[in-house]
């Protein structure tokens, strides 16, 4: 069905089921091409539901077999079958059973929702609507049942896993066995899942606060069992923090974790078998990054975390996804911010806020962080709901303070505990704890848009007052033309010109804690007892999702960079004013004139560097590393000139290489580790900013920076600084760069993961001719369009992190991109439409690439067959 015809769901139009199931009984003898499942459902009519109701239950592509009401095979004008539907037209008005059998071939399933085989592992992928592709079921969050399986198959499939804990499991006749899983926590069919395969694993006990041991396990190919050790570490590190952070233990007896080469997404959270993109599970120094290691630690935290957010209470419908999502990365942000630091993991999280929220935000695929409609569900785990759905958590926290916060969330566990709840709900929670009106805060969750905050202060040097104005506006999104404001907590403090914080004091206390609440479109507080001169620090710590105006000149920025006690505001400094100087590069170069860049900003990061670098690298890589192309793209807005934005940032990092090439040596050298290597946090913080600050050396000298990078290239005992070396060689054209290209595959060509890496560098060459160069990749005996991760890889890095390439003016990178997602829209929707979000900003570009953008929008929404998914996203996308 084309997703211009296909019809609305509304949230306003919620409605219980008319039958619930109790029970799920499911045998799946698995077979490569013709998995037969038969499925037992205990059902009863739903007293919420309509009496004598016929019982429609979803289906996808199925193949009908049988079935039989209480044991006895139905008569033909019983029901109807067909691969959508399995309709039972006039159910029993007491508790039946219904045993239906289908026949699926997972071999044949491209699209990876439903049961299918990645490597010949057989494994299943349900959310959001995928168990309608293995059996007939009302397949949506708000039906709770306890699921038995039981699983058969040839001996040469060893392994068989289901959810829940292990019931029995025994040799049968003919090369074949069985395993039987039992899960007594009611879940909906979204967190059903099976495993079947012949893997390697590595496994632990865990022993809860409360004494009960658990069985914890990682799967991985054949092989590969050492690369799992981090992730079963991670895993229970996380189930520690969970208890001591926020009361929570699990609860089965076994917690499996199968990884598997082709996912569609990263992770998935089914009951006690979570399944893995092998991205987010296999590590090891030769072929993971450090950020490799903290995006596995945090994914595997983030799937973990589901168990209560999520699995023990889930979502009454899809409209209320941010309760479960918004509310785990909340989480997960903050196990990684323990674990490791919180200032540098704050600002890697609203990096990606800005660089993937914001523009959703701000462009035609909008929408609250819960959507009041949808044609296709996959195509709303978006940003928004995911990283804005995150902010609004800490959002209120920050309103109601830490210790409601805890005690809120307890609430919601005891009182939800076993259901499938609604925002509403939560947010009762909240305010029962706190005892706090939060109707206002609610707001968050219904309107799109970034707020824009704007702030204007003066400072009355006899009186000893500093005025402080704060407004807000945000402006339209699609279907919402009208704003109201939002309740914006803004964190802040004021520095003196002499570098010291000033005490915070208001006649009516309006800064509690130092957080001053912006409910309305304006509001005005007056300081008093201000000694000197202050720079306002707002935001602190990015306290709401918010788009700040500032009226601070370069001169106040660099004072908060220099003596901010906030180290997100230190850094938010910097980053502005380099902001304004690339913007203003870009200004210069369309007037035809030069570069310039003022000298303020290379002696204030020569000091920071003296004084920090060695101390916290971490978050001087995080200092160092200036805003990128999509950044000076936003803050610029409309009539976006890709190439130029490139140039005018590469000269002022030219610049700033060229002011700092002695300190920039000087550190390189105090940087190198000679321990042997760990992921942890010290370790990864010293390679980040020493592959930072070689970055910015070759921006400044081409020829010696190249040398340092080939040696790093050549001596390297780890993918950080090998891969380090080899990006920075990318960027220069040459055999130099083909050769290590070259000696890279040859060392890596048998691993695919690091195969990834591979195409993704070359795709994000910001060169003329990597479009050829993507293009030739794509016939390399090592791409194909039929695994996601090779894919995004591949064309996901061409067109998410090449603007200038993706954009080219002549309008060829948007056509490849274009034909791309059409020809493996086929065979995998989900990745054809995440790909098509490419666009998403098109709206912003100068007229001649937004006229090419366009046609490329259009020659996709008109190609037929076209998929739901897509059709929805470049329908959206020309509205
Ligand atoms: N429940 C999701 C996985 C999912 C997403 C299933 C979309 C179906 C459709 C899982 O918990 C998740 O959020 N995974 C993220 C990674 C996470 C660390 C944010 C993902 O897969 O990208
Ligand atoms: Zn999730």
């Known amino acids: 069905m084309r997703a211009d015809n296909a019809p609305v769901i509304r949230l306003e139009d919620y409605q219980p089921t008319d039958y619930l199931i109790d029970t799920v009984s499911l045998a799946i003898g698995l077979h490569p091409t013709e998995t037969r499942v038969t499925a037992t459902l205990a059902l009863r009519p739903n007293p919420a539901g309509h009496a004598g109701a016929s019982l429609a239950l979803d289906g996808d592509e199925l193949v009908f077999v049988s079935a039989a009401l209480d044991g006895s095979p139905l008569a033909a004008d019983a029901y109807t079958a067909s691969p959508e539907k399995f309709v039972l037209h006039r159910p029993p008005q007491q508790p039946f059973t219904l045993t239906i059998e289908t026949c699926v071939n997972p071999t044949a399933n491209t699209k990876l929702m439903g049961l299918y085989r990645s490597n010949g592992t057989y494994c299943t992928q349900c959310e959001a609507d995928g168990f309608r592709r293995i059996t007939y079921f009302l397949d949506r969050p708000d039906v709770l049942s306890v699921y038995t399986t039981r699983i058969e198959a040839d001996t040469d499939t060893p392994l068989l896993l289901g959810n829940g804990n292990p019931a029995e499991a025994g040799a049968l006749a003919e090369g074949r066995h069985f395993a039987v899983w039992h899960d007594p926590f009611p879940k909906p069919s ?73 996912f569609n997404m990263g992770a998935m959270e089914n009951k006690g078998l979570n399944i893995f993109n092998d991205k987010y599970v296999l590590a090891s120094a030769d072929t993971a990054t450090d950020s490799d290691y903290a995006n596995i630690e945090a994914v595997i935290a983030h799937e973990y975390f589901h168990n209560w957010t999520g699995n023990r209470i889930t979502c009454r419908d899809w409209f209320q996804l941010c309760l479960k999502e918004g509310l785990t990365v909340f989480r997960d942000q903050e196990f990684s911010s323990d674990a490791r ?163 915070l004091t208001t006649a009516d206390g309006a800064t509690d804690g130092g957080v001053l609440v912006l409910d309305g479109a304006e509001r005005t507080v007056i300081f008093t007892d201000v000694v000197e001169r202050p720079v306002p620090s707002l935001l602190r710590g990015f306290s709401a999702p918010a788009i700040l105006d500032l009226d601070l000149t370069d001169d106040d920025l660099l004072v908060l960079f220099a003596h901010d006690t906030d180290a997100f505001n230190q850094w938010q400094a910097a980053q502005t004013v380099a902001t304004r100087i690339i913007v203003r590069a870009v200004d210069a170069l369309h007037a035809g004139g030069t570069v310039q860049v003022p000298v303020g900003l290379a002696q204030a990061l020569g000091h920071f560097l003296d004084a920090r670098a060695l101390r916290d690298p971490a978050f001087a890589a995080q ?34 290489g060229q002011a700092l090439a002695g300190k920039l040596a000087h550190l390189y050298g105090e940087l190198a580790i000679d ?205």
């Open 341 to 503: 630091s919180r200032p540098v993991k704050r600002i890697a999280d609203v990096r990606v806020l800005r660089s993937a929220q914001f523009p959703e935000d701000a462009g035609p695929l909008a929408h609250p962080v819960r959507p009041r409609a949808y044609k296709e569900i996959n195509n709303f785990y978006t940003a928004t709901v995911y990283e804005k759905g995150a902010e609004l958590i800490r959002v209120l926290k920050t309103l109601v303070g830490g210790q409601h916060f805890r005690r809120g969330m307890d609430l919601y566990f005891e009182r939800h505990d076993g259901t499938a709840a609604t925002i509403e709900e939560f947010i009762a929670c909240f305010a029962e704890a706190s005892g706090r009106d939060l109707s206002a805060f609610s707001q968050w969750y219904e309107q799109a848009g970034t707020p824009r905050l704007s702030a204007r202060g003066r400072y009355d040097a006899g009186a000893k007052t500093y005025t402080l104005t704060l407004a807000q506006t945000t402006l339209p999104t699609p279907d919402q033309p009208e704003k109201r404001p939002m309740v914006i907590p803004v964190a802040l403090g004021l520095i003196g010109e002499s570098g010291r914080e000033l005490p």
């Open 190 to 262: 979204y967190l059903f899942a099976i495993v079947g395969g012949d893997l390697d694993h590595v496994e632990d006990v865990f022993t809860t606060a409360s004494g009960r041991k658990v069985k914890v396990a990682v799967y991985v190919e054949r092989g590969k069992r050492e690369r799992a050790r981090y992730a079963l570490d991670a895993l229970q590190r996380a189930m520690r923090w969970d208890e001591e952070v926020f009361g929570r233990e699990y609860d089965l007896d076994v917690f499996n974790i199968v990884a598997v080469s082709a």
């Open 623 to 656: 200092v160092l590393s200036l805003p990128g192309e999509a950044d000076i793209a936003r803050e610029i807005g409309e009539n976006i000139d890709p190439e130029a934005i490139f140039t005018a940032r590469k000269a002022v990092r030219e610049t700033l």
């Open 675 to 879: 321990a042997p290597y760990s992921p942890d946090a010290a370790q990864a913080g010293k390679r980040a900013l020493r592959n930072g600050v070689l970055g910015l050396l070759t921006a400044g000298d081409a020829a010696r920076g190249e040398a340092l990078a080939r040696a790093q290239f050549d001596a390297a005992t780890n993918m950080t600084d090998r891969l380090g070396a080899l990006s920075v060689l990318s960027l220069v054209a040459g055999e130099a760069r083909e050769a290590a290209l070259q000696a890279f595959y040859d060392r890596y060509r048998d691993d695919p993961l690091v195969l990834d890496k591979w195409f993704a560098l070359q795709a994000s060459i910001p060169e003329a001719g990597t479009l050829e160069r993507v293009k030739r990749l794509l016939s390399h005996p090592a791409f194909s369009l039929s695994n996601p991760n090779r894919t995004r890889a591949l064309i996901g890095s061409f067109a998410m992190a090449n603007l200038t390439q993706f954009a080219r003016a002549d309008g060829a990178g948007f056509a490849f991109v274009a034909d791309v997602i059409l020809q493996l829209d086929p065979a995998n929707p989900q990745v054809a439409s995440r790909l098509s979000t490419a666009f998403r900003t098109w709206k912003t570009l100068e007229p001649g690439r937004r006229a090419h953008a366009e046609a490329a929008l259009r020659r996709i929404a008109a190609a037929t067959p076209l998929s739901q998914d897509v059709a929805d996203i470049v329908t959206r996308s020309l509205a």
